[in-house]
């Protein structure tokens, strides 16, 4: 006999997935079988022995990773700090169950926004209570345009000093596409003035900078509070 209250987690393809990236570490974490070192499995090394990187493989249905992603984050988490000094998680754009729980979990959020009015204000009027613990990076910035970082500062009320400004690069966005920004990033780390990448790297710099900073910062307020 059937049942009718099956749990739709038990459906067909939905249990067995055992793979890679970070679908198959959850389903590891939620069953229970894991030991303390099991991170190492589902790593990708970026740079060797100082960046990582777990890739989302989305072969499980997003709800299921949802619920799966909320029964198992604190371990997930312990595991991370465990490893690692700083761990960033890159959420979906869409207000879901896993973004959530990231967002009210996290020392600190990075905000990727642009110059454009209805982006902003949507974001304002959704997210608004994450600007205390936030920096900003504008991308693919336009120095010229009347909607400026200082401008966005005033009429949205953040705070300017956690407005990082990172301008379009044609060469970084061809690097991105094949592959190799790792690549562009260590060919032009040092790179002089007179480079057309200068403002590009400097920028990311500063963004490096502040994001280390504004983390150490909440996480010390966060114990002494």
């Known amino acids: 006999m059937g049942n009718a209250h099956a749990n739709p987690l038990d459906a067909v393809g ?39 990187y777990i890739p989302q493989c989305r072969v499980i249905h997003s709800e299921i990773f949802d619920y799966e992603f909320d029964h198992c984050i604190q371990q997930l988490f312990h595991l991370m700090e465990d490893y690692a000094d700083i761990c960033f998680i890159d ?37 608004s209570s994450m600007i205390t ?5 504008i991308s693919n910035y336009e120095y010229h345009s009347l909607l400026n970082s200082k401008r966005i500062s005033k009429m949205y ?7 990082i400004v990172i301008p379009d690069n044609e060469i ?8 190799t920004v790792v690549e562009f990033i260590s060919r032009n780390y040092s790179c002089c003035k007179e480079n057309p990448n200068y403002i ?11 994001i280390i900073k504004k983390a150490e910062q909440m996480v010390k307020e966060k114990e002494i509070g």
């Open 200 to 210: 590009f790297i400097q920028n990311i710099k500063k963004a490096t900078y502040l």
């Open 14 to 52: 939905t249990n067995y997935y055992d793979g890679g990236g970070i679908e198959g570490l959850l389903r590891k974490i939620y069953r229970g079988d894991y030991h303390s070192d099991i991170l190492q499995t589902y790593l990708k090394e970026i740079i060797h022995k100082h960046l990582y």
């Open 133 to 137: 613990k936030a920096v900003f990076i």
């Open 91 to 127: 959420t979906a754009s869409h207000n879901n169950l896993s973004t959530k729980t990231v967002l009210e979990e996290a020392d600190l959020i990075v905000v990727n926004l642009c110059q454009k009015e209805n982006i902003l204000e949507d974001f304002v009027a959704n997210y």
């Open 172 to 179: 970084y966005q061809n690097a991105f596409l094949s592959g």
């Open 157 to 163: 009320h953040i705070p300017w000093e956690d407005i």
